[in-house]
């Protein structure tokens, strides 16, 4: 059974007093004059600087409503200390629609160490502090006060994350749902705009926000028990996956979750291809008319192995085409989550890119810089979604698998678009990528196969049969994107995904020819099986075999180019000893990272189950299950760390005393097969040891030798004095990206 969607852009739309878009949507009564308006329907609450462009969710949700017809109004990152700045705008006629921003407000407020960090790329003037913590939360229950009976709807990557019980890293918790928390009418999760237009319409047409129910894509409270109808049945989630003894037990998820390859290429049997059709749709349609109930907030709070089989359960219902209703008990009251939303088509899409923004900072910010818009001002977002499935990622959690990607004209005449208005321009755009750069148009080649699939990655333990890998139409638009008049450079500056890049050796040589500025970014993330498997993540011998053709494709076209590796520290499954031979890997091949990255639990991301449970729902989950140890005490995650930064003097009493303490003193030394010296480095005063080469008026937060990479050559950066061997990759992944909304 296909469910069929509305397009958004094909509602009538609202008659408003002026025709034609707003330069900008209002963020102050003024504004709302100068347009005509007495009042707004829709009030959009940001935790971010309100920039209209495409790469932000606000300003997206605001224009694709706007299109209907809506008068939308934004408050941008209000003092959250009183209800005052709640009211700039008045009352809305519809409701108030609350994000907390493009990123979790917990990830852009602490490190991965839980301290407080000294910027915000998402406030003028790079400012912290700007947003609360858990800001959704403060910002609806805010609304509430400031108009109270007025309709709330959150939103965002907050929202989606913790639209269920969750581990909070930075509680150390299981914390409730958002929705209870927050006292909103409705939670909007995953790429909004086909659930936020229905709705904005149908409480336009009289409808009462409390009786629509059948959104796909949003959650709500309920009694305890509720259904839509009296046809529809409930399943224990645990019928699906018992979370008791490990024993041999049906598949619960026949047939949806055999293999694609064998769904798509079963030889027939003892039953014809239409019987088994058959079965299959009135499996489908059974799944629209059921709903899987989690154990409750209160059981999993309290228990890590129930944990566990909700999150497994909870990811095997994720797929669109035939995922079913999930409800947790909350207290006496239900949390009922609606399957996920269906993706956007091209023309969906393209409608939706294509609109009239401003691609500027609103004008009240008064040309101060904003870090964030600077990152992303000269970049294209080509696509959304990601089938890669990486266990510490949430991509897939809130984008989707599939992907859903924009036409090549949409894509070049928004290049024109940055060419000829955005101020500043130079010639050189600086990305055409997404959650990853080379997943443009990629997918499912069996639409019934992609329909019933239950995995979790098409691309791991390894590239699903039926995944279309032809990089023809990414290669295409590159071609045509550089040869737009006004255009010096296309500059890729998304992930690229290196086990699908290598099935296209021509992509490669594309990339490196013409799209490489001298570094690229790339994500083995770890070196060893054991590890790889948590994250699902390719083996490294796909790296080197990248490598190799980029090497090759570099020389070829007289370039000195670079990979910038991407690993993390202290991931679920690593254990010291990985950390070790990560470590001999890095300056075997002479790779001396900068800034790493130490694992970061985020709320419903698989690896965030691994570190809060210890157990792995990637596998049916029981109390004998496979025990994943986890870097926990802030001493051992500070040595795997110290393990990547083997090279940093300051980690080298760490390193020894661990060699020592492990029998492995035979890599202490100065040998090429070494990992850290033996003499030690002359003591430096703590307070010393950036004021002897700060400059006057230098920060004392800047430690010398750091962040140096955009200044500095590639082959200045090179390790051991050997051409080719880049040694000052670095990174600081702050949580999300920017483009994806996260």
């Given at each position: 059974m296909t469910v069929v969607a509305k397009n958004i852009f094909s509602y009538v739309s609202r008659k408003v007093k002026r025709a034609g878009a707003a330069p900008f949507?209002?963020?102050?009564?003024?504004?709302?004059?100068?347009?005509?308006?007495?009042?707004?329907?829709?009030?959009?609450?940001?935790?971010?600087?309100y920039i209209d462009h495409p790469s932000f969710g606000a300003a997206i949700i605001g224009r694709v409503l706007e299109a209907q017809g809506f008068k939308v109004g934004i408050?941008?990152?209000?003092?959250?200390?009183?209800?005052?700045?709640?009211?700039?705008?008045?009352?809305?006629?519809?409701?108030?629609?609350?994000?907390?921003?493009n990123m979790d407000s917990m990830v852009n407020r602490y490190t991965a160490e839980r301290k407080i960090r000294s910027d915000d790329a998402y406030t003028p003037g790079g400012v912290a502090g700007k947003r609360p913590d858990r800001a959704l939360l403060v910002y609806a229950q805010r609304v509430k006060e400031a108009y109270p009976g007025i309709p709330v709807v959150i939103g965002s990557i907050e929202a989606s994350l913790r639209r269920v019980a969750h581990y909070d890293y930075w509680s150390d918790k299981v914390r409730r749902s958002?929705?209870?928390?927050?006292?909103?009418?409705?939670?909007?999760?995953?790429?909004?705009?086909?659930?936020?237009?229905?709705?904005?319409?149908?409480?336009?047409?009289?409808?009462?926000?409390?009786?629509?129910?059948?959104?796909r894509g949003t959650a709500f409270m309920v009694p305890k028990g509720w259904k839509p109808a009296e046809e529809w049945s409930e399943v224990d989630s645990s019928r699906l996956d018992?979370?008791?003894?490990?024993?041999?037990?049906?598949?619960?998820?026949?047939?949806?979750?055999?293999?694609?390859?064998?769904?798509?290429?079963?030889?027939?049997?003892?039953?014809?291809?239409?019987?088994?059709?058959?079965?299959?749709?009135?499996r489908l349609k059974a799944n629209g008319q059921s709903v899987v109930r989690l154990p409750s907030f209160e059981q999993v709070k309290d228990d890590p192995v129930l944990y566990a089989h909700a999150s497994r359960v909870m990811h095997l219902e994720s797929n669109p085409g035939n995922a079913r209703a999930l409800v947790q008990a909350h207290g006496e009251r239900d949390v009922w989550l609606n399957p996920p939303p269906l993706p956007l088509t091209m023309e969906e899409m393209d409608g939706v890119y294509g609109l009239p923004y401003a691609?500027?900072?609103?004008?009240?910010?008064?040309?101060?810089?904003?870090?964030?818009?600077?990152?992303?001002?000269?970049?294209?977002?080509?696509?959304?979604?990601?089938?890669?499935?990486c266990t510490f990622c949430s991509i897939t959690e809130h984008e989707g698998r599939i992907i859903q990607s924009r036409s090549e004209p949409s894509i070049l005449r928004e290049i024109e678009e940055i060419r000829d208005h955005v101020e500043?321009?130079?010639?050189?755009?600086?990305?055409?990528?997404?959650?990853?750069?080379?997943?443009?148009?990629?997918?499912?080649?069996?639409?019934?196969?992609?329909?019933?699939?239950?995995?979790?990655?098409?691309?791991?333990?390894?590239?699903?049969?039926?995944?279309?890998?032809?990089?023809?139409?990414l290669i295409s638009l590159y071609r045509k994107a550089r040869a737009l008049p006004g255009i010096r450079k296309i500059l890729i500056g998304s992930g690229v995904r290196y086990d699908l890049a290598v099935r296209s050796p021509e992509y490669i040589r594309e990339l490196v020819t013409h799209h490489v500025g001298g570094l690229l970014k790339i994500a083995p993330e770890h070196t060893e099986p054991n590890v790889l498997?948590?994250?699902?993540?390719?083996?490294?011998?796909?790296?080197?075999?990248?490598?190799?053709?980029?090497?090759?494709?570099?020389?070829?076209?007289?370039?000195?180019q670079y990979l910038v590796p991407y690993f993390i520290a202290a991931h679920p499954g690593a254990t010291d000893e990985d950390m070790l031979n990560l470590a001999l890997w890095l300056k075997k091949n002479r790779f001396r990272p900068d800034q790493v990255q130490t694992f970061m639990p985020t709320p419903m991301a698989i690896a965030s189950t691994m570190y809060h449970t210890g157990k792995n729902p990637l596998e049916p989950v029981s109390r004998d299950s496979e025990r994943v140890e986890t870097a926990k005490k802030g001493q051992v995650r500070r040595l795997h760390k110290a393990?990547?930064?083997?090279?940093?003097?300051?980690?080298?009493?760490?390193?020894?005393?661990?060699?020592?303490?492990?029998?492995?003193?035979?890599?202490?030394?100065?040998?090429?097969?070494?990992?850290?010296?033996?003499?030690?480095?002359?003591?430096?005063?703590?307070?010393?040891r950036f004021a002897s080469s700060r400059k006057p008026g230098q920060s004392k937060r800047a430690e010398p030798g750091k962040n140096k990479l955009a200044a500095q050559s590639p082959r200045a950066q090179q390790g051991d004095g050997k051409k080719g061997q880049f040694a000052g990759a670095s990174r600081h992944r702050k949580g999300f990206s920017v483009r994806s909304g996260r």
């Open positions: 949507l209002p963020m102050s009564k003024k504004e709302m004059e100068t347009l005509g308006w007495d009042a707004c329907d829709i009030i959009i609450v940001s935790g971010d600087a408050i941008a990152q209000p003092d959250w200390k009183s209800v005052h700045d709640f009211r700039t705008l008045g009352r809305p006629k519809l409701y108030f629609g609350v994000t907390s921003g958002v929705l209870p928390d927050s006292k909103a009418d409705l939670l909007v999760y995953g790429n909004a705009e086909r659930a936020i237009v229905e709705l904005s319409h149908r409480l336009a047409a009289g409808e009462k926000i409390e009786s629509i129910r059948d959104l018992t979370p008791g003894p490990v024993r041999k037990h049906p598949n619960p998820y026949y047939p949806e979750q055999e293999p694609c390859q064998a769904i798509a290429g079963r030889q027939k049997s003892d039953t014809t291809q239409a019987v088994r059709e058959s079965r299959i749709s009135l691609r500027a900072p609103h004008p009240a910010y008064r040309g101060e810089r904003i870090p964030a818009w600077e990152m992303i001002r000269f970049s294209v977002n080509i696509m959304r979604g990601c089938f890669g499935g500043g321009f130079t010639g050189v755009i600086s990305d055409l990528g997404g959650p990853s750069a080379n997943m443009y148009r990629l997918g499912c080649k069996n639409e019934k196969a992609q329909q019933v699939c239950r995995r979790l990655s098409c691309v791991y333990p390894e590239i699903c049969k039926n995944l279309d890998t032809d990089h023809g139409k498997s948590k994250m699902m993540k390719p083996g490294i011998g796909t790296y080197d075999a990248f490598k190799k053709l980029f090497d090759r494709y570099s020389r070829e076209a007289g370039k000195e393990f990547l930064r083997y090279h940093d003097p300051e980690n080298w009493q760490l390193l020894r005393e661990w060699l020592r303490r492990h029998g492995r003193s035979d890599l202490i030394g100065n040998g090429p097969g070494q990992l850290v010296p033996a003499w030690k480095s002359a003591p430096v005063p703590l307070m010393d």
